[in-house]
């Protein structure tokens, strides 16, 4: 490959949570290792890659001018993101007015929330859920109506348009959230199941806030579909949300941005938006998706999605073959694994919080998935060199799923 997914980065002291954060927040981060264990950061959804290498060279190239004051957003800034869509996603007629800038994809929810909610008022959304959705919409007042996804025979989780239709209006919702590829479950939505989601929410007047931000990152053999691509009420009914920050390890620059295309929802969208007075542009986190969308940018993408898929196909055959009991659903998108330890906690008479206790004290800093909804579950990232996930499998075979003595 032309770039590096083999390095293994040392984090310690550069401010990463995922290794430094160990310890320090007692029912959300991992414990810290037991000694003679090295750390292998599994739970915060940022990957241990480097990023590609025109994304600091762009950066370094900004800061060698010694003025950071005001300014306005290039014109390269949007012509990136339009070429950006048009080329991964197929995408046309995608124009400057469209994009708005948002701090995070969380703060662009919100603001969009305050465009089609009361406080109090209820969204749909599927189930399982990321934390951050849970977490933003309790903090701003509104009710959560989930909508939990099925798995099929062949253990593929699916919509189920029944339910969503019921729940929509039992409640009398007129807001939806739509993860697309979903996180924590990994699933890459085919057409259809877009289309027929679409459906329902147009029926009952629902307006969707799709959440694109893992949309770059798709295992081989899939293809991420954009929601408002599927229907002209699609692109109008829809306020879409997209980053660099997940395909580009860049979250701790900030910058977002939404895709508004009904000229009335992008209007109110950016005037709440602008209500707080701090979701503005940093001029260091432009130019960093300016060199993230270079020519380099799409090549690294490429390989990235090379090397998840390897790391995927790894993690499932293993869990497989080793740790009978444990069941996974193939992700077709993302770099998380959604564990569900039923099975093995029943036969073995053990806790989630036994099982994920017992990885921690090896180093393997997993996430407990029952803050995503998952009763009896484990979300994992796979966004590390190929050796430190092998080694993390081979510690969770050694002492945890297969352990000899079973305190």
């Given amino acids: 490959m032309k770039y590096d997914f083999t390095s293994i980065m040392d984090r310690r002291g550069k401010d990463a949570i995922a290794v430094d954060g160990l310890g320090c ?33 762009a950066i370094i190239e900004r800061t060698k001018h010694p003025a950071y004051g005001y300014f306005s957003p290039r014109k390269e800034y949007f012509d990136s993101i339009i070429r950006w869509h048009e080329t991964r996603n197929g995408v046309t007629g995608l124009t400057r007015e469209c994009i708005g800038y948002e701090n ?21 959304i599927h189930r399982p859920t990321y934390i951050g959705f849970t977490n933003c919409l309790k903090n701003n007042g509104y009710d959560i109506v989930h909508t939990d ?15 969503m239709e019921k729940k929509i ?20 939505w085919e057409r259809w199941e877009i289309e027929k989601a679409m459906e329902v929410y147009k029926k009952h007047d629902v307006i969707v806030i799709s959440d694109e931000i893992w949309s770059d990152i798709i295992t081989a053999g899939h293809k991420h579909i954009p929601t408002q691509s599927v229907s002209e009420d699609a692109r109008m009914r829809t306020i879409a949300l997209y980053a660099p920050s997940k395909t580009f390890n860049l979250a701790g620059l900030i910058g977002s941005y939404h895709i508004i295309y009904n000229p009335y929802l992008r209007d109110r969208v950016e005037k709440e938006s602008s209500l707080p007075h701090y979701n503005d542009m940093n001029v260091l986190s432009m130019h960093a998706l300016i060199g993230a969308y270079k020519p380099e940018g799409y090549e690294w993408v490429d390989e990235l999605c090379q090397v998840i898929t390897g790391n995927i196909d790894f993690a499932c055959q293993y869990i497989k073959e080793h740790f009978p009991g444990v069941e996974v659903s193939r992700p077709e998108g993302t770099y998380m694994l959604f564990l569900d330890c039923t099975e093995w906690c029943r036969t073995h008479g053990k806790t989630i919080d036994w099982v994920e206790k017992a990885g921690w004290n090896v180093g393997v800093a997993w996430q407990d998935g029952r803050m ?24 969770l075979d050694r002492y945890v799923f297969n352990r000899e003595d079973e305190e």
């Avoid at 995070?104 to 008022?121: D, E, N, P, R, T």
């Avoid at 996804?149 to 339910?163: A, C, H, P, Q, S």
């Avoid at 039992?170 to 699933?187: D, L, T």
Wanted: aromatic share 8%; net charge negative.
């Fill in 104 to 124: 995070g994809v969380l703060g662009g929810v919100i603001s969009a929330m305050g465009v089609l909610c009361s406080k109090g008022g209820s969204v749909l």
């Fill in 169 to 188: 209006v039992e409640h009398k919702i007129h807001a939806a959230i739509f993860c697309s590829p979903h996180n924590p479950c990994g699933r890459v």
């Fill in 25 to 57: 927040n007692p029912g959300f981060a991992p414990d810290k290792p037991e000694e003679g264990f090295d750390i292998i950061p599994m739970w915060v959804a940022d990957m241990n890659f480097p990023t590609v290498p025109t994304i600091p060279e």
């Fill in 372 to 395: 995503f909804h998952g009763p009896c579950h484990i979300r994992m990232n796979l966004a590390l060199p190929l050796s430190r996930v092998q080694e993390a499998f081979e510690r």
């Fill in 149 to 163: 996804l099925v798995k099929d025979k062949d253990g593929v989780w699916r919509m189920d348009y029944e339910d």
